[in-house]
């Protein structure tokens, strides 16, 4: 008997997260996806291609009567219209039809783009995520949001596509970085600020070696699966999952997307709860909540976000109690005065 977890996401196109602690070939294989004689694409990175995808492939070639991989170089940087290109080329070549499936293993990126990709190719065939990073299992690879980014800003070009399915096994975790850890854990500290006062405690009793890590993304996937089914197109309520991210964004988009995203969300969290309790939490689990940015640079590069209208801006501020936030419309000015007094904070924190 297999052992995991499932968390139901309500939508345009209902379907189910899976969680497993290992045994990803195993899942998969005990999930036939594929229409009848069809292929299997897997999309994968230079990174995660050795560690997972043979266990994924060899899951696959059980309900798939062919399976083929496309591998593209990792790093934020390759998330962008040319890697997309590369994807739909390479399907092309490899002869994919619209009923085929297109299985994305690794993280954001390729989650991302290979979810783009599965929109546009032929006008849109199935995807299935297999998150391997803690970041793409929070956030990523669920609630059909895909996009690359442009000069100008992250995630400017993307369409809606629910996935079919997504498969995280999170034993692929004991590969991530100490870096990567954190950089995903931030998504769920996010979860808990925003919606869930226990996963916070929870986060605050634990650290990153004695976190259940099934059980703390089922949390978080929960909580995504909610906002989603409330408000699936983002009109609304489901802005309330980019807290801490009009900074976050606009610090990676300075930094030229050195910072990594769970970091640069980390700060703009830190910098609109001044709240010593977020503040120990990020640092608990190695996290940044202090910039050399200054506010006046911070909303300049905020000025191309998606959440932009004219001279104002939708932020998500936290309530006074941790587990709830709201959304609120304020001009660039008055943003910039939060900002510059959450520096303030952080800094006088440090000291
Ligand atoms: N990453 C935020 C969302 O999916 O809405």
């Known amino acids: 008997m297999l052992q995991m977890k499932s968390?139901?996401?309500?939508?345009?196109?209902?379907?189910?997260?899976?969680?497993?602690?290992?045994?990803?070939t195993e899942v998969v294989g005990a999930f036939p996806a594929g229409k009848e004689g069809s292929t299997a694409y897997v999309l994968t990175d230079e990174n995660v291609a050795p560690l997972y995808l043979d266990s994924l492939e060899t899951g696959l070639r059980r309900s798939f009567r062919d399976v083929k991989a496309v591998v593209i170089a990792s790093g934020e940087e390759h998330k962008t219209l040319d890697t997309v290109g590369h994807?739909?080329?390479?399907?092309?070549?490899l002869g994919a039809t619209r009923s085929d499936t297109l299985f994305c293993l690794g993280g954001g990126?390729?989650?991302?783009?290979?979810?783009?990709?599965?929109?546009?190719?032929?006008?849109?065939?199935?995807?299935?995520?297999?998150?391997?990073?803690?970041?793409?299992?929070?956030?990523?690879?669920v609630g059909g949001k895909n996009g690359v980014d442009l000069p100008t800003g992250k995630n400017l070009v993307g369409t809606f596509k629910q996935p079919?399915?997504?498969?995280?096994?999170?034993?692929?975790f004991t590969t991530l970085d100490n870096m990567n850890i954190s950089n995903g854990i931030a998504e769920i500290i996010k979860c808990g600020i925003i919606a869930d006062q226990e996963l916070f405690e929870l986060l605050e009793r634990n650290t990153s070696d004695t976190l259940d890590f099934a059980d703390i993304i089922t949390r978080s996937v929960k909580i995504k699966a909610d906002f989603i089914r409330k408000d699936e197109f983002d009109n609304g309520e489901r802005a309330k999952l980019n807290f801490g991210h009009t900074v976050g964004h606009a610090i990676e988009k300075l930094s030229g997307y050195k910072t990594p995203h769970g970091f640069?969300?980390?700060i703009g969290m830190a910098l609109l709860c001044q709240n010593?309790?977020?503040?120990?939490?990020?640092?608990?689990?190695?996290?940044?909540?202090?910039?050399?940015?200054?506010?006046?640079?911070?909303?300049?590069?905020?000025?191309?976000?998606?959440?932009k209208d004219g001279?104002?801006?939708?932020?998500?501020?936290?309530?006074?109690?941790?587990?709830?936030?709201?959304?609120?419309?304020?001009?660039f000015a008055k943003f910039q005065r939060e900002v510059e007094s959450g520096l303030v904070y952080v800094r006088d924190c440090k000291t």
């Open 7 to 24: 968390v139901r996401v309500e939508c345009s196109s209902p379907y189910e997260v899976v969680i497993c602690d290992g045994l990803l």
């Open 87 to 93: 994807i739909l080329g390479e399907l092309a070549r």
């Open 109 to 141: 990126v390729v989650t991302d783009t290979g979810g783009l990709a599965a929109a546009l190719y032929m006008r849109g065939i199935d995807v299935v995520n297999v998150p391997t990073t803690i970041l793409a299992a929070a956030d990523a690879a």
């Open 164 to 172: 079919k399915r997504v498969i995280c096994d999170v034993s692929a």
């Open 264 to 266: 640069a969300v980390a």
């Open 276 to 307: 010593s309790r977020v503040t120990r939490l990020l640092q608990r689990y190695e996290l940044p909540v202090a910039t050399e940015f200054t506010s006046e640079q911070i909303v300049n590069a905020a000025m191309n976000d998606k959440k």
């Open 311 to 331: 001279d104002s801006i939708n932020v998500i501020f936290p309530s006074e109690n941790i587990g709830e936030c709201r959304v609120k419309r304020v001009t």
